[in-house]
């Protein structure tokens, strides 16, 4: 009985432990959550990572990132030009009032340039962001698989 309840309490204890590992920041009106970067190939020089903002107060803005993992971190879109996916760098991001914008392959993302060491799965890479209003934040970002994110069809 005893041995069943104290396997009981491991699980237990188990399961208060994921909200602790969830993974979410705040920052002022800003929620920011799940940082994540796809583990990239020996050699590869760059590796795009990916988060979620909900602003729930006045217009913000990304404005920059930075990692020590990277010389540095750019804000690039993706869009179709000529039929071709292309990225291209973009001065910031909007996060108008009570929006929820998405950071995620194949759209809106932060690329990490001139990688120091390649992102190995199951790391973690430290990231700060800058916005416009609510200042800085450092946040962590979690390296899952190569797919990581891929939409699912
Ligand atoms: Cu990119």
Redesign the pocket.
Known sequence: MNRFRSLAIAALAAAFAIPAAAHDYSLAALKIAHPYARATPPGAD?G?AYLTIDNKGAADRLMSASSPAAARV?L?T?AMDNGVMR?SEVKGIDLPPGSQVKLKPGGL???LVGLKAPLAEGSRVPLRLTFEHAGSIDVEVAVESMSAGAMKH
Do not use: S, V
Request: proline fraction near 0%.
């Open positions: 760059i795009g750019e690039h993706m990225m993302h932060m690329m």
